[in-house]
């Protein structure tokens, strides 16, 4: 993936075609395939093959350029800068951690939390980093700060002690790491943000179940629900944290 102007495409040749059908670049100027071959960090020759090969028809604009549709309503430059900190992240536990994985990312949390770290059932060993798009927009620094490594916190006790507390002396040393004060929850703002009343996280073998508090109480006292596809019994996985 390539980010042109704050934009980002699949590739460097789709920039270009990008900037040729805006009518910014064409086949006959050299001054501006040059200055576009320095900008993009290719070579004016590469560029000229791909306007030339869309000038013979052969290749329009494969791929639509991603916008903030694809990545729900976080901003493309801001997710960018999500994954740069999950990265940097990465660096400052190499010692515990010499080379993880990066998890699934999901961009449309809702509800309280700031952050969601998911794991097990469908998500998997990696499991899932989870981003909540009002809340990133709204506190886009401290978000990044503070929300992005709690989470990241989250997944590296995962992969290196297992099923731990959550917010434990493992995830307080992963904290204390990245230079960060332990801190379970955050203090955004959440006013206009529906409060999860499903916290109770609850597995039947084929999907993620939430239930709230009066069915969890329920089961907890002994009555069975079954999935209704599945036909299994609930068993109870966890707690979703709010922060
Ligand atoms: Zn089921
Ligand atoms: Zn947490």
């Not at 050299?30 to 071959?37: E, V």
């Not at 379970?184 to 039947?204: A, E, L, M």
Request: glycine share 8%; proline share 4%; charged share 25%.
């Amino acid at each position: 993936m390539a980010i042109f102007e704050g934009v980002l495409y699949n590739s460097k040749a789709d920039i270009i075609r990008h900037l040729a059908n805006k009518g910014l670049l064409t086949i006959d100027s050299p001054g501006l395939k040059n200055m576009y071959a320095l900008e993009l960090g290719i070579t004016p020759q590469t560029i000229h093959a791909t306007l030339k090969a869309m000038n013979e028809g052969k290749k329009s604009l494969t791929k639509k350029p991603f916008t903030m549709a694809d990545v729900g309503e976080i901003p493309v430059l801001v997710r960018q800068k999500i994954v740069d900190k999950v990265q940097w992240c990465f660096e400052q536990t190499k010692s515990l951690l010499s080379n993880p994985d990066m998890p699934k990312m999901e961009w449309n949390l809702r509800g309280a939390a700031a952050g969601k770290y998911k794991h097990g059932g469908s998500y998997g060993r990696l499991g899932c980093l989870c981003w909540h798009p009002k809340l990133v927009v709204r506190n886009e620094e401290n978000y990044i700060e503070q929300t992005v490594p709690h989470e990241v916190a989250h997944y590296i006790v995962r992969q290196v002690w297992g099923d731990v507390q959550s917010h434990g002396t493992e995830w307080k040393q992963v904290m204390k790491m990245y230079g960060l004060t332990p801190e379970r929850t955050h203090s955004y703002d959440v006013s206009g943000i529906k409060q999860d009343r499903s916290p109770f996280v609850y597995n039947c073998g084929c999907r993620e179940i939430k239930v709230g508090h009066k069915r969890h109480n329920k089961i907890q006292r002994g009555r069975n629900y079954i999935c209704i596809l599945c036909k299994s019994r609930l068993s109870f996985v966890m707690v979703e944290e709010r922060a």
